[in-house]
C-alpha cells in the first residue's frame, strides 16, 4: 500500500514540476496505465523523471540496488475524444478483467474514485465535460460508461480520417436523407437507428457524427 501511495505522491509531485495534465491512472501489482498529456516536457523526460524519483525511493526503503522496472515505458497517441474515453474506460476496467475486484469503484488504485468524488491529480474536467458541459450530468453519464461491458460506442478500429464534407456525403449516402440536419428532427428510434449504422460506418468518428448533424456528443454515443 505504502508503494503505490508513493507512486502517486511521485506522480503529483512532477505533474506540477513539468507541467502535465493527468487524465487517467490505475496502479496495478506489476504495471500501471497512465493517460498524460505533456506540455512543457517531452514524454521521455517526464516519465525518466517519474520513474527515476520512485526507484530511488524504493531502492532506499527496500535496502536494495538496481533497475526495479523490467521493460521501458509503452506509450500509445490519443488522437481524439472517443479513443481517449474508450482508453479512460479500459484502463478503469484493468482491475476487474484481471479478477481482482467486480466492480470498478471498489478499486482503491484507480483515478475512477477522482471522477466520481473528488480530484487529487486527475485532471478529470477535460474528459467529463465531452460528455456534458453540465459536470453533474457528465458524472452520471461517466459512471454508465465506465461499467459498460463490450459496448461498441468508443471502439475505434484504425478508421482512416475523413474531412467533414466527406464525412457528411456517407451519411447522406448510408441514411438515404438529403441534409445531415435531417437528423435532429427523426424520432428518437429511427435516429437511433441510424446513428449506430454510422458509427460502424467506415471513417466517421463520433465526434464528427455529432458536429455534421448538430446532435450532442451523448446523444450520438448513446444511441
Known amino acids: 500500500m505504502k508503494n503505490r501511495v508513493k507512486f502517486i505522491d511521485t506522480l503529483k509531485h512532477y505533474k506540477q514540476k513539468c507541467g502535465f495534465n493527468i487524465f487517467a491512472y490505475c496502479l496495478m501489482d506489476n504495471h500501471v496505465h497512465l493517460i498524460i498529456k505533456v506540455n512543457n516536457e517531452s514524454l521521455e523526460s517526464v516519465m525518466k523523471r517519474i520513474g527515476v524519483s520512485y526507484v530511488y525511493w524504493y531502492n532506499w526503503k527496500y535496502k536494495r540496488s538496481g533497475h526495479l522496472f523490467q521493460d521501458r515505458y509503452k506509450s500509445e497517441v490519443i488522437e481524439d475524444d472517443s479513443y481517449l474515453l474508450s482508453v479512460v474506460r479500459y484502463i478503469h476496467q484493468n482491475p476487474i478483467k484481471a479478477n ?6 471498489e478499486y482503491p488504485w484507480s483515478s475512477y474514485s477522482e471522477y466520481i468524488g473528488h480530484p487529487r491529480i486527475v485532471d478529470t474536467t ?7 458541459q453540465d459536470i453533474e450530468r457528465a458524472k452520471e453519464i461517466f459512471v454508465d460508461f465506465m461499467n459498460e461491458q463490450g459496448a461498441k460506442f468508443f471502439e475505434v478500429k484504425n478508421k482512416p480520417r475523413l474531412t467533414d464534407e466527406e464525412a457528411k456525403q456517407i451519411v447522406k449516402q448510408v441514411l438515404g436523407i438529403i441534409e445531415t440536419s435531417e437528423l435532429q428532427t427523426m424520432e428518437k428510434t429511427k435516429r437511433d437507428g441510424y446513428l449506430r449504422q454510422l458509427k460502424a460506418s ?15 456528443f451523448n446523444i450520438v454515443v448513446k444511441a
Open 100 to 105: 481482482i475486484t467486480p466492480v470498478i469503484g
Open 126 to 132: 477535460f474528459v467529463l465535460k465531452i460528455l456534458s
Open 202 to 216: 467506415e471513417g466517421v468518428s463520433i465526434r464528427q457524427i455529432a458536429r455534421i448533424s448538430g446532435l450532442t
